[in-house]
């Protein structure tokens, strides 16, 4: 992208300029990669703290994802009343708040005050995203604008890389090495004086976070954004009224469609990259201990070239329409899960990494052509693609429970498993033909 190409991406027709803007709101998709990576791992951390079932410390993703699923609307419907500015501002304040939150819940040592600061940091999350991606397809001219997203979202696994950088190494790797079943012998004091020793270390890094997130919004609010243009007064701001009209828009109706089996796919791919690489080295003579921090070292580098692949598909886009890489990239997924389904061993693992650099570019791009056609109903339809994330939370329960029958069809299950990503890119493949061909 040469230097003039680079910034006439965040002009308009009539010579408005985005790219200050434009910085600061990429922050924030760092922001929240951040707290979606530093956060995946809390499930075991919680679990070991507690005392609890795995099954309790799973509450920390439906908390989570609730976050995200509960605010979508709420968010768009603010945005709509008053602008992106103040959602993104909103979504900053209750970011830091809850990431705030983690030193009273530290007091109380129970876990359930985790849980709240947990769903209010994901209220603000999902402001943040239902305000920041449509407001950077605004940001210039229709023709660039999902090549604009998808530079925007570039910067989110760099976020997510700092995120799992900092609970591996200054969460799990600083908290106290006993085991679940040794902490289960302790009395009632030694085990309270550990926990607290624990909880001080498990809140530091959301109390840095949330100074930060602080800054940013002194900056955001002294930041002076151009105007949108003026809505236009023929359309229809009743909430119904818009809902019918996103209904009955084919492309983005299977955007959301498309999305949710998208972000499935994601989460299964990197949730159960470990289960998949601690079974294969394990029956390669591994300890399980060496086989799960292997696989871990795996699944920074999928990251890696998640973030790698994401810039080269915004540079690609120069080149082919969206609609078609997507189709493409979801061809490249679908042949590594495969491989990764039938060859298993090592070649398997390392095709289930390579996975991740086909993935880069389709949350982006399925939001851009989704909504990329629905004009003023931007704010609402953006409520409809994060509330899709759900996706996150649904799919990857339903590979668990195939890793859990621990052999199908005389094949491992874990192996059988990766058949539920492998149908979700069947889906994001459909729906880059279908749009190719509309949009043509």
């Keep these: 992208m040469d230097k003039k190409e680079s910034t006439s991406i965040f002009k308009t027709k009539d010579g408005v300029n985005y790219l200050l803007p434009f ?3 990429t922050l924030c998709f760092a922001l929240w990669g951040f707290a979606n990576d530093i956060t995946n791992p809390m499930v075991k951390s919680f679990s070991k703290i507690f005392r609890m079932s795995v099954t309790d410390g799973a509450l920390v993703q439906v908390a989570f994802y609730g976050g995200y699923f509960a605010m979508a609307f709420p968010a768009a419907m603010f945005i709509r009343k008053f602008s992106y500015k103040k959602g993104i501002l909103l979504g900053l304040g209750l970011y830091a708040f809850g990431a705030l939150m983690f030193i009273p ?9 985790f849980l709240l600061a947990y769903f209010i940091l994901t209220c603000g999350l999902s402001f943040l995203e239902t305000s920041a991606n449509p407001f950077v397809l605004s940001m210039g001219e229709q023709q660039t604008a999902t090549r604009r997203l998808n530079f925007a979202q570039a910067f989110n696994p760099i976020g997510s890389l700092a995120g799992m950088f900092v ?3 200054f969460i799990q790797a600083k908290l106290n090495p006993m ?4 902490r289960a012998t302790l ?3 030694d085990f309270e004086a550990l926990k607290q020793a624990d909880l001080s270390v498990l809140i530091k890094p959301y109390v840095a976070i949330g100074i930060v997130l602080v800054v940013v919004f002194i900056v955001m609010l002294l930041m002076k954004i151009p105007q949108r243009q003026v809505q236009d007064s023929t359309v229809s701001r009743n909430l119904g009224a818009t809902l019918k009209r996103l209904l009955n828009n084919k492309i983005y109706r299977e955007g959301v469609l498309t999305q949710f089996f998208y972000v499935g796919a994601q989460i299964t791919c990197w949730t159960f990259i470990i289960q998949y690489g601690t079974h294969v080295f394990m029956q390669e003579g591994m300890t399980e201990q060496a086989a799960e921090v292997y696989s871990q070292r795996l699944n920074i580098i999928a990251m890696v070239l998640f973030c790698c692949s994401r810039f080269i598909g915004t540079y690609l886009m120069k080149y082919f329409k969206p609609a078609r890489l997507l189709s493409i990239f979801a061809t490249g997924g679908f042949l590594l899960l495969l491989v990764t389904i039938f060859a298993g061993g090592r070649i398997g693992v390392y095709s289930l990494v390579g996975v ?5 570019l389709m949350f982006p791009t399925i939001y851009g052509l989704a909504l990329g056609n629905v004009g003023q109903d931007a704010e609402v339809g953006s409520a409809g693609l994060i509330m899709a994330i759900l996706g996150g939370s649904v799919l990857p329960a339903l590979q668990a429970m ?3 029958k621990k052999e199908v069809f005389s094949m491992p299950a874990v192996n059988v498993s990766f058949i539920v990503p492998l149908i979700c890119f069947c889906v994001v493949f459909i729906y880059g033909l279908r749009s190719y061909k509309a949009l043509k």
Aim: proline letters at 3%; zero cysteines.
């Design 23 to 25: 910085i600061v709101v």
């Design 105 to 113: 819940a530290s007091a109380t040592g129970n876990y359930y005050p």
């Design 167 to 169: 609970a591996m190494n």
């Design 179 to 182: 085991s679940s079943a040794e």
């Design 187 to 189: 009395n009632d004091t």
């Design 356 to 360: 991740s650099a086909f993935m880069s």
């Design 402 to 404: 195939i890793i859990d």
